[in-house]
């Protein structure tokens, strides 16, 4: 650990700071204005440094190659405005959680076209021309193109600043990000201004990807390692301030290149490894940030809503024939084994499917009824499923009481979790979930001698009774079945009536002596009790478990189930997870390209259902009811 190392790796740490300014100024950008979570955004980046790769072979390496960076990043802003038009622009009146379910599909669209384009393999593009060499400092070695980085960073920050004070299109930007309908109102064309934007904020994203050419090779993982740091930017420097981001990238980067150079410290005879925080050290300053300044470093507090949000028709105990209706449904899956016995495939895909719908309806008990947007909730399956899977290896607790146990596990992380979270609201609440998802993952991948590391855990299997999958169906099913009724009931009682209220007007709620914090908090002890039970039967059904089930892909997945069928129907979650699940599996077995086709599929459905497919089926229901009760009175009249 000598200063000189020291000093150059503070200098590495700058000039990664310009590549993460770049992304998350433009994502900053789109979502000041257009109130999109942009997922894709880092596929922006991705697609940037792959398109300069292909324009530097063509232009050369010479002269050609400074144009071709460029061009790289208009490309890149012509496609987002191309995106934005064709896509977004259909669906800025749906929920903005939709338009998150968007960009998501368009994620995986985007990827499947870049392995197509370019294939699977990495691609290391050429060194600058000019910059290819380096300098000595303080005695050691220090690449020129970083010390070109360096000066980007604050050049474009400066160029930013200006475009955002100095002109009129600035002057919209900032009016639309404090009231867009009041620029709407004064005649401005507010879809062409959102065009604009966008395409600027994926070309800044473009931009930075093409940076990086000479730096580190193109893959396919790049969107999402992106997109993931450059919230955490966002978020800490305070939405919508590019200041704040670039302070935020400055802040990260230097804390994750500090880290690098500690190395394995001891302390007080206990070896630290500093160099594996960098996986998590970002998301610990972003949980930092938000428990201290919850709306970033940069950021400005908002004053409290008085706004009453939607009305929705208030919560309904179910009727004798949807009840009816269940008990069928109930009878047809327990007698699923039964009918399949010739396809065991069938068996183990039913219980991925009922898995998944307990996992997707402990999200909906805190999106749906209680508004807490989480972008973290495979914490809790995860610790569900490491928490059986620990029982039963390392304690020797029976499967049986394993089962009782582990979502106690998960409880007791959402407890400690929610307890800061429901501090917050809207993106801020959305984001410290997922920061405390990824230290979460984090620790569970770099544990080696408690939970195997990148390795898992395997040989976590449920007792000799449940050998037979069919068996093991049908306690999944019970258990299922008797979670979501539970969470069901929970809603009904007046708990669940003052969690709705909550959510429609703290305010109001608050003036009449409910505790909304507290009522927050016990429900995501629910979720993850009933999330973590998901997880605990995930682990015995597969007989192992990996980090994977805790990562931020797992969480995605989730929040695309709840959408996929419709956030304001109880049965909306159950519906997403079995038709996302089943779409997952069946266009993954079908094509390479799965994720193309079933981003497709997803960006239909949202065209087609913004509402979610459950929300569009009891709307059809509704109207059809209604035009039945109006034809009766008229014939009474008559």
Same mark, same amino acid.
């Given at each position: 650990m000598?200063?000189?190392?020291?000093?150059?790796?503070?200098?590495?740490?700058?000039?990664?700071?310009?590549?993460?300014?770049?992304?998350?100024?433009?994502?900053?950008?789109?979502?000041g204005? !257009?109130?999109?979570?942009?997922?894709?955004?880092?596929?922006?980046?991705?697609?940037?440094?792959?398109?300069?790769?292909?324009?530097?072979?063509k232009?050369?390496?010479?002269?050609?190659?400074?144009?071709?960076l460029?061009?790289?990043?208009?490309?890149?802003?012509?496609?987002?405005?191309?995106?934005?038009v064709?896509?977004?622009?259909?669906?800025?009146?749906?929920?903005?959680?939709?338009?998150?379910?968007?960009?998501?599909?368009?994620?995986?669209? /985007?990827?499947?076209?870049?392995?197509?384009?370019?294939?699977?393999?990495?691609?290391?593009g050429?060194?600058?021309?000019?910059?290819?060499?380096?300098?000595?400092?303080?005695?050691? +070695?220090? $690449?020129?193109?970083?010390?070109?980085?360096?000066?980007?960073?604050?050049v474009?920050?400066?160029?930013v600043?200006?475009?955002?004070?100095?002109?009129?299109?600035?002057?919209?930007?900032? #009016? @639309?990000?404090?009231?867009?309908?009041?620029?709407?109102?004064l005649?401005?064309? +507010?879809?062409?201004?959102?065009?604009?934007?966008?395409?600027?904020?994926?070309?800044?994203?473009?931009?930075?990807? #093409?940076? +990086?050419?000479?730096?580190?090779?193109?893959?396919?993982?790049?969107?999402? *390692?992106?997109? =993931?740091a450059?919230?955490v930017?966002?978020?800490v420097? =305070?939405?919508?301030?590019?200041?704040?981001?670039?302070?935020?990238?400055?802040?990260?980067?230097?804390?994750?290149?500090?880290? /690098?150079?500690?190395?394995?410290?001891?302390?007080?005879?206990?070896?630290?490894?500093?160099?594996?925080?960098?996986?998590?050290?970002?998301?610990?300053?972003?949980?930092?940030?938000?428990?201290w300044?919850?709306?970033?470093?940069?950021?400005?507090?908002?004053?409290?809503?008085r706004?009453?949000?939607?009305?929705?028709?208030?919560?309904?105990r179910?009727?004798?024939?949807?009840?009816?209706?269940?008990?069928?449904? =109930?009878l047809?899956?327990?007698?699923?084994?039964?009918?399949?016995?010739?396809s065991?495939?069938?068996?183990?895909?039913? /219980?991925?499917?009922?898995?998944?719908?307990?996992?997707?309806?402990?999200?909906?008990?805190?999106?749906? $009824?209680?508004?807490?947007?989480?972008?973290?909730?495979?914490?809790?399956?995860?610790l569900g499923?490491?928490?059986?899977?620990?029982?039963?290896?390392?304690?020797?607790?029976?499967?049986?009481?394993?089962?009782?146990?582990?979502?106690?596990?998960?409880?007791?992380? #959402?407890?400690?979790?929610?307890?800061?979270?429901?501090?917050?609201s809207?993106?801020?609440?959305?984001m410290?979930?997922?920061?405390?998802?990824?230290?979460?993952?984090?620790?569970?991948?770099?544990?080696?001698s408690?939970?195997?590391?990148?390795?898992?855990? !395997?040989?976590?299997?449920?007792? @000799?009774?449940?050998?037979?999958?069919?068996?093991?169906?049908?306690?999944?099913?019970?258990?299922?079945?008797?979670?979501?009724?539970?969470?069901?009931?929970?809603?009904?009682?007046?708990?669940?009536?003052?969690?709705?209220?909550?959510?429609?007007?703290?305010?109001? #709620?608050?003036?009449?002596?409910?505790?909304?914090k507290?009522?927050?908090w016990?429900?995501?002890?629910?979720?993850?009790?009933?999330?973590?039970? @998901?997880?605990?039967?995930?682990?015995?059904?597969?007989?192992?478990?990996? $980090?994977?089930s805790?990562?931020?892909?797992?969480?995605?997945?989730?929040?695309v189930?709840?959408?996929?069928?419709?956030?304001?129907?109880?049965?909306?979650p159950?519906?997403?997870?079995?038709?996302?699940?089943?779409?997952?599996?069946?266009?993954?077995?079908?094509?390479?390209?799965?994720?193309?086709?079933?981003?497709?599929?997803?960006?239909?459905?949202?065209?087609?259902? $913004?509402?979610?497919?459950?929300?569009f089926?009891?709307?059809?229901?509704?109207?059809?009811r209604?035009g039945? *009760?109006?034809? @009766?009175?008229?014939?009474?009249?008559?």
């Amino acid at each position: 650990m000598s200063f000189s190392g020291f000093i150059v790796q503070l200098l590495n740490g700058l000039a990664s700071a310009s590549s993460l300014f770049l992304v998350a100024a433009g994502l900053s950008l789109i979502f000041g204005v !257009t109130r999109i979570v942009n997922f894709a955004h880092g596929s922006f980046f991705m697609v940037g440094i792959y398109v300069a790769y292909t324009l530097v072979e063509k232009l050369g390496t010479g002269l050609g190659f400074w144009p071709a960076l460029v061009m790289s990043a208009l490309a890149v802003g012509v496609l987002g405005a191309l995106i934005e038009v064709v896509l977004l622009r259909r669906i800025y009146k749906a929920p903005e959680l939709f338009q998150l379910l968007a960009t998501f599909a368009l994620v995986l669209v /985007i990827k499947d076209a870049v392995l197509w384009l370019w294939g699977p393999d990495e691609l290391l593009g050429p060194r600058a021309p000019g910059l290819s060499g380096s300098v000595t400092i303080l005695g050691r +070695q220090f $690449p020129s193109y970083d010390l070109f980085l360096i000066v980007v960073g604050p050049v474009v920050l400066g160029l930013v600043w200006v475009l955002l004070t100095r002109t009129r299109f600035g002057t919209l930007v900032r #009016a @639309a990000t404090q009231d867009r309908e009041m620029v709407s109102a004064l005649g401005v064309n +507010q879809a062409w201004l959102f065009t604009a934007v966008f395409a600027l904020g994926a070309m800044l994203a473009g931009l930075g990807g #093409a940076l +990086q050419l000479p730096r580190e090779p193109a893959t396919l993982e790049m969107d999402l *390692n992106t997109i =993931g740091a450059a919230f955490v930017v966002v978020v800490v420097g =305070g939405m919508g301030s590019i200041p704040g981001a670039y302070a935020a990238a400055l802040l990260i980067a230097e804390i994750k290149a500090i880290c /690098i150079w500690l190395g394995v410290v001891d302390v007080f005879g206990l070896s630290i490894s500093f160099s594996k925080l960098t996986l998590v050290v970002d998301f610990l300053v972003m949980a930092v940030v938000l428990v201290w300044r919850p709306w970033g470093l940069f950021g400005r507090p908002q004053a409290p809503s008085r706004y009453v949000g939607m009305q929705e028709e208030p919560l309904r105990r179910p009727s004798r024939a949807y009840l009816v209706a269940a008990a069928v449904f =109930g009878l047809v899956l327990a007698a699923v084994p039964i009918f399949t016995a010739d396809s065991p495939y069938t068996t183990v895909l039913m /219980i991925d499917l009922m898995i998944a719908a307990l996992f997707a309806t402990s999200l909906h008990f805190i999106m749906g $009824p209680a508004g807490m947007h989480s972008f973290g909730h495979a914490a809790y399956f995860g610790l569900g499923a490491y928490g059986a899977a620990l029982l039963v290896r390392a304690s020797g607790v029976p499967m049986e009481l394993a089962l009782v146990l582990a979502p106690l596990v998960a409880a007791l992380g #959402a407890f400690v979790y929610g307890w800061f979270a429901v501090r917050l609201s809207g993106v801020y609440l959305a984001m410290l979930t997922l920061a405390f998802a990824q230290i979460t993952w984090a620790i569970t991948y770099q544990w080696d001698s408690f939970t195997g590391g990148s390795n898992g855990l !395997t040989g976590v299997w449920p007792a @000799a009774w449940l050998s037979d999958k069919r068996v093991y169906y049908w306690l999944t099913l019970v258990l299922v079945a008797l979670a979501i009724l539970w969470l069901r009931r929970v809603l009904f009682s007046p708990f669940g009536y003052a969690l709705r209220a909550g959510r429609d007007s703290g305010l109001r #709620a608050d003036a009449i002596g409910i505790d909304v914090k507290r009522m927050q908090w016990a429900a995501f002890v629910i979720a993850g009790l009933a999330a973590g039970l @998901a997880g605990a039967l995930f682990a015995f059904s597969k007989g192992s478990i990996s $980090p994977e089930s805790l990562s931020v892909g797992k969480s995605v997945d989730g929040l695309v189930m709840v959408l996929l069928g419709g956030i304001q129907t109880l049965a909306g979650p159950v519906v997403g997870a079995v038709t996302f699940t089943w779409l997952h599996d069946t266009v993954a077995r079908n094509t390479d390209y799965w994720r193309a086709m079933l981003g497709g599929i997803i960006l239909l459905l949202v065209l087609l259902f $913004p509402q979610g497919i459950a929300g569009f089926c009891k709307q059809v229901f509704e109207r059809r009811r209604g035009g039945k *009760n109006a034809g @009766a009175l008229e014939e009474v009249k008559a």
